[in-house]
């Protein structure tokens, strides 16, 4: 298997700019995480799905983001207005089952100017 | 709210060294605890995963135990090697929402 595949792997843009951060979980894999890392606050669990059905979104910092899984092999996390306090290393990852390790992608890193 | 704290932040030993890292987290109704490894510019690997009901878990030179009612656990590494230099962090799935709660990590340095 591919694993977790993520893109786009990096990504500069300007400050109020729309971005979109695309995640295909390995097959088969009924729960999907996103996360974001910072030095400041480490590693955050964003939102969470399971069965393409977002279960927790408590992590996901303002209405400025939103994520989706119309299928059960892609889902997109969008920022729109991004701000440079935006700026991290988003990680997708998958699994499943709760019980399971969770299989991480290798991340975006994005840089809001 | 549950917090994960592991120590030390930094480790530096010579190649060959046995060691081990400790995590520590302040609610003991968690689902499982994890410990992933880390490489620079990548994402986490999955090393072991201690349900709550187990008390430790092997693979290969990793041995993960836990003491959930002290809100412990540590990573023990036989014989450590060059290549086992990365990040190291430990998480707990809370009992209630199965979301995983990571530590900082700790940056292991194993010198050749």
């Known amino acids: 298997d591919a694993g977790v595949i993520q893109s786009p792997r990096h990504e500069v843009t300007e400050m109020g700019q729309e971005v979109t951060l695309r995640c295909k979980p390995i097959s088969g894999h009924d729960y999907l995480f996103w996360y974001r890392q910072t030095m400041m606050r480490g590693l955050e669990l964003l939102i969470y799905?399971?069965?393409?059905?977002?279960?927790?979104d408590s992590g996901m910092p303002e209405d400025r983001f939103s994520a989706k899984m119309p299928n059960a092999s892609f889902s997109t996390l969008k920022i729109q207005p991004s701000e440079p306090r935006d700026s991290a290393v988003y990680f997708c990852a998958s699994s499943d089952r709760v019980n399971q390790p969770q299989h991480f992608g290798d991340g975006t890193r994005l840089s809001i100017l | 709210k549950q917090e994960v704290t592991q120590i030390p932040a930094a480790l530096s030993v010579p190649e060959g060294e046995n060691l081990v890292l400790n995590c520590s987290f302040t609610?003991?109704?968690?689902?499982?605890l994890q410990w992933f490894r880390q490489d620079p510019g990548k994402g986490l690997t999955s090393l072991l995963l201690i349900q709550s009901s187990q008390r430790e878990q092997t693979s290969g030179r990793l041995n993960a135990s836990l003491d959930k009612s002290s809100g412990r656990s540590t990573l023990y590494i036989a014989a450590s090697q060059p290549g086992d230099s990365a990040t190291y962090l430990c998480?707990?799935?809370?009992?209630?929402?199965?979301?995983?709660?990571f530590g900082s990590g700790t940056r292991l340095l194993v010198r050749p």
């Open positions: 799905f399971n069965n393409n059905v977002p279960i927790d």
């Open positions: 998480a707990v799935t809370e009992d209630s929402s199965y979301k995983l709660i």
């Open positions: 609610d003991s109704a968690i689902y499982n």
